[in-house]
Structures are given as C-alpha cells and as structure tokens.
C-alpha cells in the first residue's frame, strides 16, 4: 500500500473515530470529547500533510501541519459576518471551530508532534503514489 493511501485511510478513520467522539452520546466525560476531538483533529491536519507531501521529513510535515492549525485557530479571532455564520453551522464548528484557545495550540502541538513520532517510528517508507 502506498504511503499517500495509508496516510489518507488513516485521515478517514480519524474523522470517523472523532465525529462519533463528538456527536454520539457515549458518557465520556466533557473534556474528552472536547479536547479529544481536537487532537483528533490536529492528528487529521497531521495524516492530510503527510498524504500531500509523502516523501517530505517527518519533522517537516509536523512543522507544516502545526502551522496550519495554528493557523485555523487564530482565524478565530476572525470576525467577518460571512465566516461567523459558517462557524454557527456544524461543518463550520468542526472544520474551524467557534472560539479561540490557547489550550487547542497546546493540543494541536502535542498531537501533532506524536504523531509525527510515530509515523517516524512505524516508518512505511514505501512508494509514494
């Protein structure tokens, strides 16, 4: 199997695993499925980097993937009329969520940074398409 289809297969099944996180009542407490979701979220960032650059360093695409959900995070602080009614819909409130914090940057880090040790760990070195 290629690295791109592994990493996208796992992109997938975490999307999976965090949308019932979030949606299905399974009487966790609150702040697994708060922040749960989130590293499950920064870990897709992870998976979706990986599977559009296969070959790159694994310290790079953590880099690359912490940047971009930074980046989403901050947008928070956003305020535009169209963008804040995006966030009030579900897909707005999963993609981008709905309010910025700073706990969220140390999870994307986290997050982000194991699964790059792991994905350097397991080390599928295949080819790439």
Known sequence: MSRI???????AATVTVGL????????????????????????????????????????????????????????????????DAFRLTLAGALLLGRVFSVRHLLIYAFSIGLAALVDAAVGVRGRAG
């Open 5 to 11: 289809a592994l990493c996208l297969g796992l992109a």
């Open 20 to 83: 019932v996180l979030r949606l299905v009542p399974l009487g966790l407490p609150f702040p697994v499925t708060k922040y749960g979701g989130s590293a499950l979220w920064a870990l897709m960032v992870y998976l979706l980097v990986a599977a559009g650059m296969p070959r790159m360093r694994r310290s790079n695409l953590a880099l690359i993937a912490l940047a971009l959900a930074w980046a989403v995070e901050f947008s928070r602080l956003v305020h535009l009329p169209d963008l």
